[in-house]
């Protein structure tokens, strides 16, 4: 069975058969359905009904048809696939009710009022004489055109048979999306003075120039407002020049030449811009793909959405701190501004470890902070002089599943034996996308706004003007200091600080669970929603060890000018086949006590400092480094002395050999050598007696010389 205002349509087309069911005698003036010509693709809208009787209206512009038929014809037809339903809004006015303005809604009002009367006269209405009678007298009565009545009816029954039904097809009006041609004549009213001049038409040539220079002067990093764009346009339009093809060159800078482009007022020039929709790949030409869709780009999702709870993924990242801190050997000297690592858990917003030194971003600095996400944390508190409670930062010998990094210190071939090792998953972020490890990022911010208005040396901005005071002079802290201020700062976040604006689980809410770090991180320990694992802090010291060459040789593993000794090492190692083997070493570069070796068999032996260098215990590797620079540079200079020195004896012995000659210009008779051949005993005696004469004489010429 139809109802009122379904739309049905014919499949196929009828040629009429002649013949027509039965229906009520008033019907009988209106066009039976079995009897008329119907093309395919006719649709038509059930405008009336009672009992079997059926009245359809052909659903078109141009002309008011009826037909007559009955329920049971049309269920035939449904069956045959003659015809089809199809949904009954589908000619309903697109705009919504509500969007209608104050004018559209009159005209809806006052067409309704006008066609109310003929409405009622249902069926009669629908018969062609009587409606023509009826259309003609209620003009009349209106004051309207008959054709005017015959429209708001057509439109009536066409677009749902609802008073909005008569709103006015507003969004018809005009060409939408078509550029009008204003061919001599400039579009838009008229200026309402007459000392105004009328804007310009604009020509094919105008909008080309319009782009050429808009982005030879507006899509560039430099670039000034969209005003000041159209004032550099404009100037290169009032100032063209002709040119000369046949020299294909300038013929001299006119104001007015025939053949010059308009001058187009700052309206035209932005309703052009603003509709050729260029304002997005404007900026992303001026920023860069990569800045544009880290500054412009829709939030649409969170990012712990995909996350199964705690320890899903750590986010690690490091900035330099906006604050100066003093030496703590000696608090009259600035050390500058140190580096803060923090590793934050992404599903509770957890702050599980903190890393606080003056070394640069470098594997080094995160191995430190991953270190303190296993440490104890009551114990690591103690030693800057904080009392807390193990409830308080409850993160102690645990690892997640994943750790985002911004492809710095975890993309280096130093991270692969810590991803095998521990089975942590590292993942990298896009090059220059900070945001897309928001999380880390935004605790930064908050560290800092935290301390900004009370920590002496706080850096307030990037640069510094006439008059500004120099922060670097305020510094009162040194690095301990700063690192418990860093820890009371992160207990607070981690225990107190309500995140109004996090999405978190239902789970949470039913149980009463605050937005709170702290409280979402233990009811997601006890909900089983984790994926920590359990870590020594000697496992991930191992696993965080650098691993390097070292050579193997007879004073023990050298390794950076240092060498290390182990019993084993010198029982197994073949020195009277080989005098120098290279062997793999994992090393602490903040620890010169000891390396360890890798075995062959994928353990460690641990080789400690060699007796001769006691020098360099207890130091960093880098600390080690300058001290055997600054050995080899005395070691230079001392060379270099004694060059000076050997020199100066080999000049006092030419000197002496020189005088010797001078005495002595003859070598020795061979006569007289063998003239002093004497007995063993007789040259002895000889010997020791000519001894005994220079030794007096010496004593003597010390005794003068002493008088004198």
Same mark, same amino acid.
């Given at each position: 069975?139809?109802?009122?205002?379904?739309?049905?349509?014919?499949?196929?087309?009828?040629?009429?058969?002649?013949?027509?069911?039965?229906?009520?005698?008033?019907?009988?003036?209106?066009?039976?359905?079995?009897?008329?010509?119907?093309? /395919?693709?006719?649709?038509?809208?059930?405008?009336? =009904?009672?009992? #079997?009787?059926? !009245?359809?209206?052909?659903?078109?512009?141009?002309?008011?048809?009826?037909?007559?038929?009955?329920?049971?014809?049309?269920?035939?037809?449904?069956?045959?696939?003659?015809?089809?339903?199809?949904?009954?809004?589908?000619?309903?006015?697109?705009?919504?009710?509500?969007?209608?303005?104050?004018?559209?809604?009159?005209?809806?009002?006052?067409?309704?009022?006008?066609?109310?009367?003929?409405?009622?006269?249902?069926?009669?209405?629908?018969?062609?004489?009587?409606?023509?009678?009826?259309?003609?007298?209620? $003009?009349?009565?209106?004051?309207?055109?008959?054709?005017?009545?015959?429209?708001?009816?057509?439109?009536?029954?066409?677009?749902?048979?609802?008073?909005?039904?008569?709103?006015?097809?507003?969004?018809?009006?005009?060409?939408?999306?078509?550029?009008?041609?204003?061919?001599?004549?400039?579009?838009?009213?008229?200026?309402?003075?007459?000392? +105004?001049?009328?804007?310009?038409? %604009?020509? $094919?040539?105008?909008?080309?120039?319009?782009?050429?220079?808009?982005?030879?002067?507006?899509?560039?990093?430099?670039?000034?407002?969209?005003?000041?764009?159209?004032?550099?346009?404009?100037?290169?339009?009032?100032?063209?020049?002709?040119?000369?093809?046949?020299?294909?060159?300038?013929?001299?800078?006119?104001?007015?030449?025939?053949?010059?482009?308009?001058?187009?007022?700052?309206?035209?020039?932005?309703?052009?811009?603003?509709?050729?929709?260029? *304002?997005?790949?404007?900026?992303?030409?001026? &920023?860069?793909?990569?800045?544009?869709?880290?500054?412009?780009?829709?939030?649409?999702?969170?990012?712990?959405?995909?996350?199964?709870?705690?320890?899903?993924?750590?986010?690690?990242?490091?900035?330099?701190?906006?604050?100066?801190?003093?030496?703590?050997?000696?608090?009259?000297?600035?050390?500058?501004?140190?580096?803060?690592?923090?590793?934050?858990?992404?599903?509770?917003?957890?702050? +599980?470890?903190?890393?606080?030194?003056?070394?640069?971003?470098?594997?080094?600095?995160?191995?430190?902070?991953?270190?303190?996400?296993?440490?104890?944390?009551?114990?690591?508190?103690?030693?800057?002089?904080?009392?807390?409670?193990?409830?308080?930062?409850?993160?102690?010998?645990?690892?997640?599943?994943?750790?985002?990094?911004?492809?710095?210190? @975890?993309?280096?071939?130093? $991270?692969?034996?810590?991803?095998?090792?521990?089975?942590?998953?590292?993942?990298?972020?896009?090059?220059?996308?900070?945001? &897309?490890?928001?999380?880390?990022?935004?605790?930064?911010?908050?560290?800092?706004?935290?301390?900004?208005?009370?920590?002496?040396?706080?850096?307030? /901005?990037?640069?510094?003007?006439?008059?500004?005071?120099?922060?670097?002079?305020?510094?009162?802290?040194?690095?301990?200091? &700063?690192?418990?201020?860093?820890?009371?700062?992160?207990?607070?976040?981690?225990?107190?600080?309500?995140?109004?604006?996090?999405?978190?689980?239902?789970?949470?809410?039913?149980?009463?669970?605050?937005? %709170?770090?702290?409280?979402?991180?233990?009811?997601?320990?006890?909900?089983?929603?984790?994926?920590?694992?359990?870590?020594?802090?000697?496992?991930?010291?191992?696993?965080?060890?650098?691993?390097?060459?070292? =050579?193997?040789?007879?004073?023990?593993?050298? @390794?950076?000018?240092?060498? @290390?000794?182990?019993?084993?090492?010198?029982?197994?190692?073949?020195?009277?086949?080989?005098?120098?083997?290279?062997? =793999? !070493?994992?090393?602490?570069?903040?620890?010169?006590?000891?390396?360890? *070796?890798?075995?062959?068999?994928?353990?460690?032996?641990?080789?400690?400092?060699?007796?001769?260098?006691?020098?360099?215990?207890?130091?960093?590797?880098?600390?080690?480094?300058?001290?055997?620079?600054?050995?080899?540079?005395?070691?230079?200079?001392?060379?270099?002395?004694?060059? #000076?020195?050997?020199?100066?004896?080999?000049?006092?012995?030419?000197?002496? !050999?020189?005088?010797?000659? +001078?005495?002595?210009?003859?070598?020795?008779?061979? =006569?007289?050598?063998?003239?002093? /051949?004497?007995?063993?005993?007789?040259? &002895?005696?000889?010997?020791?007696?000519?001894?005994?004469?220079?030794?007096?004489?010496?004593?003597?010429?010390?005794?003068?010389?002493?008088?004198?």
């Amino acid at each position: 069975m139809l109802f009122m205002r379904e739309i049905v349509e014919f499949r196929r087309s009828r040629r009429g058969s002649g013949a027509s069911q039965e229906t009520a005698p008033r019907l009988h003036s209106i066009e039976a359905l079995e009897a008329a010509k119907i093309k /395919k693709g006719t649709q038509a809208r059930v405008v009336w =009904t009672e009992g #079997d009787d059926v !009245i359809l209206f052909e659903i078109q512009e141009k002309r008011t048809q009826f037909w007559r038929g009955s329920q049971s014809l049309l269920r035939q037809w449904l069956l045959d696939e003659v015809i089809e339903q199809k949904p009954d809004n589908l000619y309903d006015p697109k705009l919504h009710p509500g969007e209608a303005k104050g004018s559209a809604l009159e005209r809806r009002d006052r067409a309704y009022e006008a066609i109310k009367p003929l409405l009622d006269l249902t069926p009669a209405i629908f018969d062609r004489k009587f409606r023509a009678q009826a259309v003609v007298k209620r $003009a009349s009565e209106l004051g309207k055109s008959p054709r005017t009545v015959q429209v708001w009816l057509r439109r009536f029954w066409m677009h749902g048979m609802t008073a909005n039904a008569l709103i006015p097809s507003y969004h018809n009006c005009g060409n939408p999306g078509e550029r009008r041609n204003p061919k001599n004549s400039p579009l838009g009213r008229r200026p309402e003075s007459d000392e +105004v001049e009328r804007a310009a038409p %604009i020509t $094919a040539k105008t909008l080309k120039t319009f782009e050429t220079l808009t982005n030879k002067y507006y899509r560039k990093i430099e670039r000034g407002s969209l005003r000041r764009t159209y004032f550099r346009i404009r100037r290169e339009l009032e100032f063209q020049a002709p040119h000369d093809e046949e020299l294909c060159a300038l013929v001299e800078n006119v104001p007015e030449f025939e053949g010059r482009l308009p001058v187009p007022t700052f309206r035209q020039y932005r309703y052009w811009y603003e509709r050729s929709r260029r *304002r997005q790949s404007d900026e992303a030409a001026r &920023l860069g793909a990569t800045a544009y869709a880290k500054a412009h780009r829709p939030i649409l999702g969170s990012a712990s959405v995909s996350l199964a709870g705690v320890g899903s993924r750590f986010e690690v990242d490091a900035t330099k701190l906006d604050c100066y801190c003093v030496a703590k050997s000696n608090r009259r000297k600035l050390a500058g501004r140190p580096t803060l690592y923090l590793v934050v858990d992404v599903y509770s917003k957890m702050i +599980v470890g903190m890393y606080l030194g003056f070394e640069e971003p470098s594997w080094s600095g995160a191995c430190l902070a991953l270190r303190n996400v296993v440490e104890n944390k009551v114990d690591f508190c103690a030693r800057y002089g904080l009392d807390i409670s193990a409830a308080e930062w409850p993160v102690e010998g645990l690892m997640p599943a994943r750790i985002l990094a911004d492809r710095g210190e @975890f993309e280096s071939y130093d $991270a692969t034996d810590f991803v095998e090792m521990t089975g942590v998953t590292v993942e990298n972020t896009a090059p220059y996308r900070g945001d &897309l490890k928001g999380t880390v990022e935004k605790r930064f911010d908050m560290i800092h706004s935290y301390m900004r208005d009370t920590i002496p040396g706080m850096v307030s /901005k990037n640069y510094v003007e006439k008059g500004d005071r120099d922060h670097r002079k305020l510094a009162k802290l040194n690095i301990d200091e &700063l690192t418990a201020v860093i820890i009371s700062r992160i207990i607070y976040l981690n225990n107190y600080n309500l995140l109004s604006k996090h999405h978190f689980h239902h789970g949470m809410s039913e149980a009463g669970i605050q937005p %709170i770090p702290l409280q979402m991180w233990n009811w997601a320990l006890e909900n089983g929603r984790s994926e920590l694992r359990k870590v020594t802090y000697q496992q991930l010291d191992i696993a965080l060890l650098l691993k390097k060459k070292a =050579t193997s040789t007879k004073e023990g593993i050298k @390794f950076r000018g240092l060498a @290390f000794v182990s019993l084993e090492h010198r029982e197994t190692t073949p020195w009277h086949y080989e005098k120098t083997c290279t062997v =793999t !070493i994992s090393y602490d570069p903040e620890n010169t006590n000891q390396i360890w *070796r890798h075995r062959g068999d994928g353990s460690f032996e641990l080789c400690r400092l060699a007796a001769g260098y006691d020098a360099f215990k207890g130091k960093t590797f880098a600390e080690a480094q300058e001290d055997l620079k600054e050995r080899r540079r005395q070691a230079k200079l001392a060379e270099k002395s004694m060059a #000076d020195a050997h020199a100066r004896m080999a000049e006092l012995d030419k000197q002496l !050999i020189a005088r010797a000659k +001078v005495q002595s210009p003859t070598p020795l008779l061979n =006569t007289a050598i063998q003239e002093s /051949k004497i007995t063993g005993d007789q040259e &002895l005696k000889e010997e020791q007696e000519v001894r005994r004469a220079e030794v007096d004489k010496r004593r003597s010429g010390y005794e003068a010389h002493a008088e004198i």
